[in-house]
């Protein structure tokens, strides 16, 4: 069993920065990648930012220059650094992850957290 938690959504202000959290726990022999979706109202999930298991990172374009996605020493822990918020980044912020959970290579499955709401507002 895998569980991801996410936390450090909250109401910020135009301009400010919030850091949040995303920790995997559970049966894990292997991350292949830990990423940041949000999900706006009204509006599909899309993908914010993403860490492969070799440290390469992406962003999305309206993200870029503002987000940090990082890790702890132990690669079971996602930070994503937000800076500059915008209204338009209000949203929920889901954490995915994609885990090997037993030696056999075809144990790989994508797990999702409950998800942190991040409100940019003045």
């Known amino acids: 069993q895998v569980r991801l938690v996410e936390s450090g959504g909250v109401l910020v202000q135009p301009g400010g920065s919030l850091r949040l959290s995303c920790a995997a726990s559970?049966?894990?022999?292997?991350?292949?990648?830990m990423d940041w979706y949000r999900q706006a109202p009204g509006k599909q999930r899309d993908l914010a930012a993403g860490?492969?298991?070799?440290?390469?990172?992406n962003y999305a374009d309206s993200v870029r220059g503002r987000f940090t996605i990082s890790r702890d020493n132990a690669k079971t822990t996602v930070y994503l650094q937000m800076n500059s918020l915008k209204p338009e980044d209000t949203a929920v912020y889901y954490c995915n992850a994609r885990i090997q959970t037993t030696a056999v290579q075809t144990a790989v499955g994508d797990y999702w957290g409950q998800g942190t709401q991040v409100t940019v507002s003045s």
């Open positions: 559970g049966t894990i022999f292997n991350i292949y990648a």
């Open positions: 860490i492969h298991r070799s440290g390469s990172t």
